[in-house]
């Protein structure tokens, strides 16, 4: 961890329990938020004229012709 982590790993860990709590609170928030964010970028992406637009519609088309086995099976071989 970089000392600016690492200080506030301290900070935290010095918390009250009900400063913890809310904090705990804060962060879940926080990263629902770029849970979102990111979900939001890959749909973005994925969408007509996105920048994952091409690979997914060449993806399609080997499904389609057959030129791709399930995951699971490829893993099941191994």
Do not use: H
Not at 35 to 61: F, M, V
């Amino acid at each position: 961890m970089t000392g600016t982590v690492e200080k506030l790993a301290r900070e935290v860990e010095s918390l009250p329990a009900d400063q913890l709590d809310e904090f705990l609170g804060w962060l879940a928030e926080f990263e629902s938020r770029r849970l979102d964010e990111w979900d939001a970028a890959i749909a973005r992406d994925s969408g007509t004229g996105g920048r994952l637009r091409d690979a997914l519609e060449r993806a399609e088309q080997d499904i389609a012709a057959g030129r791709t086995e399930p995951l699971d099976e490829l893993l099941n071989d191994g």
